[in-house]
């Protein structure tokens, strides 16, 4: 089979399905001139707070600066620690880092790559002061078990929602686990609302990407939004009258402009996202060397990762390579393990072992059936020959 190379995202699809749109949206923000703070900004942050179920949502440069800004917008600085996952992206920790304070890493579960929350407690010192949990690949973190221990050590939650921009968690009925038509009808709450802060990522490979550089602070709390406001432009709520050190923070107006458009629909998107990993799961139903990840009803598939069993993942990797077929280990590295924490953390054995097995396979909203069954067949043919 004369296959073309199958990336691990293809965004043209999707750009190609809405382009009209983005151009007629672009082009406004080109005639008002307003590129900075333009109307575009005011209403993406009123349509993205409508969406989310949230009062405040504060548009930032970055979904890293979504992270720092909420930090500080918390009261968090030097000599404060923040538990977190060392499963991440390291902009999880490095925000924490940034701020001053220091990331107390937890080990994950196996299940579903995010913090464990049942190892939380044991880490917790005076000098704690939040819990920051990543809903890694699109998985809403375990929110219910993290909330009630929150309130019991009197500790903010800063969720990095980098992953999971649309995924909803249910914490009251059943615990994630239920069908997504019959969470839909109760009281399940975005990802990002739940804690104190949510923190959002529109870098274009997220699940709603800008095209560039973007992020979103939220908060159902005035005081924090406030602090974050003035954080995001060089700490002052009047021009020219500074009161803290802030940042250069803004979203750009086209980027802006193009999220609106874009918001409109990431539902739709993200339950394509969600049929393509269904499908990858019955495919793979009978791959012993591969554990599937769960398709628990919140889980929004910004990654499809699956764990490759007897120290095969690279092989397996290359032997996809050979046959023109990315994939993607996310993250080599586990945060801990980074040469800027070289020798400050102890070993987190699950985290380790998951590092060595994880594989991400190509997934987006558009990726085709076909194609899907041809990525499938190419594993299972490693198993066979290999
Ligand atoms: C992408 C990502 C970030 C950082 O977002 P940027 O917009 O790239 O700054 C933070 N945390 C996680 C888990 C991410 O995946």
Request: proline share 5%.
């Amino acid at each position: 089979m004369n296959q073309t190379r199958i990336p691990i995202l293809d965004l043209k699809p999707q750009y190609e399905s809405i382009k009209d749109e983005i151009h007629i949206a672009v082009n406004n923000v080109l005639e008002s001139g307003q590129f900075i703070m333009g109307p575009d900004v005011k209403l993406f942050e009123q349509e993205v707070s409508n969406y989310l179920g949230v009062k405040h949502a504060i548009a930032v440069n970055s979904g890293t600066d979504a992270l720092v800004i909420g930090l500080r917008a918390l009261g968090i600085g030097l000599g404060d620690e923040v538990i977190t996952t060392p499963f991440s992206f390291f902009a999880t920790a490095e925000s924490i880092s940034n701020v001053g304070a220091k990331p107390i890493f937890v080990d994950i579960d196996p299940q579903t790559f995010n913090i464990n929350p049942e190892l939380i407690e044991a880490s917790i010192t005076p000098q704690t002061k939040a819990i920051m949990p990543v809903h890694l690949y699109g998985n809403p973190a375990a929110m219910a078990k993290i909330l009630a221990i929150a309130s019991k050590h009197n500790l903010k939650i800063i969720e990095d929602c980098a992953q999971s921009f649309g995924a909803k968690y249910c914490s009251t009925c059943c615990q994630n686990d239920c069908p997504e038509e019959i969470r839909s009808a109760i009281s399940a709450k975005h990802t990002g609302t739940i804690g104190n802060v949510g923190a959002y990522s529109f870098f274009p490979s997220k699940n709603l990407g800008a095209y560039g550089d973007g992020g979103l602070i939220v908060t159902n709390n005035d005081q924090t939004a406030e602090i974050a406001r003035m954080l995001r432009v060089h700490g002052a709520k009047k021009k020219y009258h500074n009161e803290l050190l802030g940042y250069n923070s803004r979203l750009d107006t086209i980027q802006a402009a193009i999220l609106r458009v874009k918001l409109k629909h990431i539902d739709s998107w993200n339950q394509k996202r969600r049929k393509v990993a269904q499908l990858y799961n019955q495919l793979l139903i009978d791959t012993q060397e591969i554990i599937t990840p769960t398709l628990a009803g919140g889980h929004v598939f910004h990654q499809y990762t699956i764990r490759v069993l007897d120290g095969k993942r690279d092989q397996l990797k290359q032997h996809l390579a050979d046959q023109s077929i990315s994939s993607m280990i996310y993250y080599p590295t586990p945060q801990d393990k980074l040469p800027v924490y070289q020798g400050q953390y102890p070993d987190y054995p699950v985290s380790n072992k998951l590092g060595s097995e994880v594989l991400s396979l190509p997934i987006w909203p558009e990726l085709r059936t076909d194609t899907i069954k041809y990525i499938v067949e190419q594993i299972k043919h490693y198993y066979i020959n290999g």
